[in-house]
């Protein structure tokens, strides 16, 4: 009798293997994966390789025109976040970019199944984060900006590739947002 409830209850997954076993159900599938990181290292080469570019061929106090009166590349180095939020402090800078990379890296790794505009979404951010962190690690804890839009006397902050990365990110998952919502809102009013 005691040798039955052994063999019994060496059939039952134990708890570890059926929580190894979901989150391997919950891994994005190989297309996911393709996307992600053909987005994050494409991204990363892009803001590299402008970055050094445009570095190289201007000066430090030359410009050149794109579309007058609205863009213009120029050398610009930014010690801070956006809009030079906590400049001058490059560690702390460099310490939320690596929990960036990783949270990003644990979203994308855990997400299964989610929209595909997601796994587009986490690409572009892990590349941007790469490749403004990069530049932190190895420009004296600065990034280098070279993209200048103006109108007048009044000009956006200067930024990068990167920066641009970042933005397309983070409008993928608003969309996304909405995308998700509303079937979730039509399953609730049919429900009701």
Known sequence: MTEIKT???SARPSPSRAF?????????????????WSLMSGGLALDLW???????WLEP????PVIDGFLRLIIAVNNGAAFNLFAGKPYFLVIVSIIAIVGILVIFLLSGGMQKLIHIA???FAAGVCGNLYDRLFNNGSVRDFIDVYRGSYHWPTF?????LLCV???LLIISTFLIEKPAQK????HK
């Open 7 to 9: 063999k019994a209850s």
């Open 20 to 36: 190894f076993k979901q989150i391997a159900f919950s891994l994005p599938d190989a297309k996911s994966h393709l996307v992600f």
């Open 50 to 56: 402008t970055k050094k570019a445009v570095f190289n």
């Open 61 to 64: 106090h030359e410009t050149y």
């Open 122 to 124: 986490l690409g572009f």
């Open 160 to 164: 990068n590739v990167a920066d641009s």
């Open 169 to 171: 990110g983070v409008g």
């Open 187 to 190: 399953h609730d009013q049919q």
